[in-house]
Each structure stands twice: as structure tokens, then as C-alpha cells.
């Protein structure tokens, strides 16, 4: 079964406004973290936001914040005021407490494209 | 400075060939790892170290072997390479703590076999 599933393949945006990029989380696991990645069209992995499973606010960071409904398990990214550098592809991860490896357990990815 | 880098950029060489890929982070942190990105762009864990010891092995064929000759050192060696074995390698690190430790990725290593 998928661990993390971003159904959205492709968005658009038009420059300026807000964009919220879903993820859907699968784990029985009470404590896990949820990662956003965005990867560039020149191909590295750039760190976006963090959210806990125990933290009791959603989590932001400039103009990203992470909408996250744990009974719902989402945690959608929202994009706010949308830049045209914002262009790319973005990941949805989460790791697992108790796998005790530390990996990240990745989802399909969706591409974001601002339109000015 | 760069956080974590990986040489080579690009890497393009013929099926059967051995090759390596080198991954330093001078970030100290106690974790490092290795992703695949496949040609869909989907990213799967490889191998993790922490503290020079393997810690995942994930499905991944023997002709994979990483090394870690320190904490800020990972190296993946490939022999034989095959035509799947066309992909982006990513290195990453993170100081281990859990679920939480966030992890920082190499700008990637392009390995294309001919």
C-alpha cells in the first residue's frame, strides 16, 4: 500500500497567488515527521518544512505552511503568494519512529508551474 | 560552502563498467545516506550509515556497496553496470533523533549507462 500519495501530477498557479500541493500519509506508527521537498528543474533536493506528528500547530516557514490534519492524515502544502522561481517539483516524504532506519518514504512528486 | 557534496555531477560509462560515487557533508552531522530517483522521479531509500555503520540495505543488488571510511564520507561503488541502473543517485545526511531529524540532500549524481 502507498505510504504517501500526492495525487495531484501536475498545477498550475498564477504568479501572486496562493497554491496548496496535497499529501495523504499511511502509518499506524504515533510518531513520525512529514517532510516537503521541492526539486528544481536543475535537479537538487531542496528542504522545505517539517511537521511532527505530536506538534500541536502547523508548522511554517516564509511562505510555506503545512496544513496538517492528523486524524484526516493530510498535510497539504500551501504555497502563498506564488513566485515564478517556485516552478518545480514538489515531494512529500515521511519518516517513521519506529522503522529505527531513518529513511524517507517518499511520494510521486507533484509539479508545480507558475504562470505569470 | 557546501553542505553536502557529491562528485560526479554526471556520470556516463558502459554497461559492465565499475564506477564510484563519492558524498562528503561538512554539516557534522551522524547519519548518511543513499536515494535513487528512477526516471519517473521517484525517490527510493538505497543504503543509511550512521556513525559508519550500515544501518538499511534496501533491495538493492550486491553490485551496490557502499563505504563510509568516516562520518562525513559515504561512497557508493558500482560493478557491472546494467542499463536500470540509469538514474539520479542522491546523497543525503541528518544527525540522527528519531523521526525528526530532517535530511539534506547532495545536488545528485546523473549516472547514465550506455
Known amino acids: 500500500a502507498q505510504k504517501i500519495t500526492q495525487t495531484q501530477p501536475g498545477m498550475f498557479v498564477q504568479e501572486k497567488e496562493a497554491v496548496t500541493l496535497d499529501c495523504t500519509y499511511d502509518?499506524?506508527?504515533?510518531?513520525?515527521?512529514l517532510f516537503w521537498y521541492k526539486q528544481p528543474s536543475s535537479g537538487e533536493m531542496i528542504f522545505l518544512i517539517y511537521?511532527?506528528?505530536?506538534?500541536?500547530q502547523n508548522a511554517t516557514e516564509g511562505r510555506y505552511s503545512l496544513n496538517f490534519q492528523k486524524a484526516r492524515k493530510s498535510a497539504n502544502l500551501v504555497i502563498s503568494a506564488s513566485q515564478l522561481g517556485d516552478s518545480a517539483m514538489y515531494f512529500c516524504?515521511?519518516?517513521?519512529?519506529?522503522?529505527?532506519?531513518?529513511?524517507?518514504?517518499f511520494g510521486q512528486g507533484t509539479t508545480l508551474q507558475v504562470k505569470p | 560552502d557546501t553542505a553536502v557534496s557529491q562528485t560526479p555531477k554526471y556520470l556516463v560509462t558502459q554497461m559492465g563498467n565499475d564506477k564510484s560515487i563519492k558524498c562528503e557533508q561538512n554539516?557534522?552531522?551522524?547519519?548518511m545516506y543513499w536515494y535513487k530517483q528512477d526516471s519517473k522521479k521517484f525517490l527510493k531509500i538505497m543504503f543509511s550509515?550512521?556513525?559508519?555503520?550500515?544501518?538499511i540495505n534496501e533491495t538493492v543488488p550486491n553490485r551496490f556497496s557502499p563505504k563510509s571510511p568516516d562520518k562525513a564520507h559515504l561512497n557508493l561503488h558500482i560493478n557491472s553496470l546494467e542499463l536500470g541502473d540509469s538514474a539520479v543517485y542522491f546523497c543525503?545526511?541528518?544527525?540522527?533523533?528519531?523521526?525528526?531529524?530532517?535530511?539534506?540532500f547532495g545536488p545528485g549524481t546523473r549516472l547514465t549507462v550506455l
Open positions: 554539516l557534522g552531522h551522524d547519519t
Open positions: 550509515y550512521n556513525n559508519k555503520e550500515l544501518i
Open positions: 502509518t499506524s506508527d504515533p510518531s513520525y515527521g
Open positions: 511537521q511532527g506528528s505530536y506538534d500541536q
Open positions: 543525503a545526511s541528518s544527525q540522527w533523533s528519531g523521526s525528526t531529524d530532517t535530511q539534506y
Open positions: 516524504a515521511m519518516r517513521e519512529a519506529s522503522s529505527n532506519t531513518g529513511k524517507l518514504i
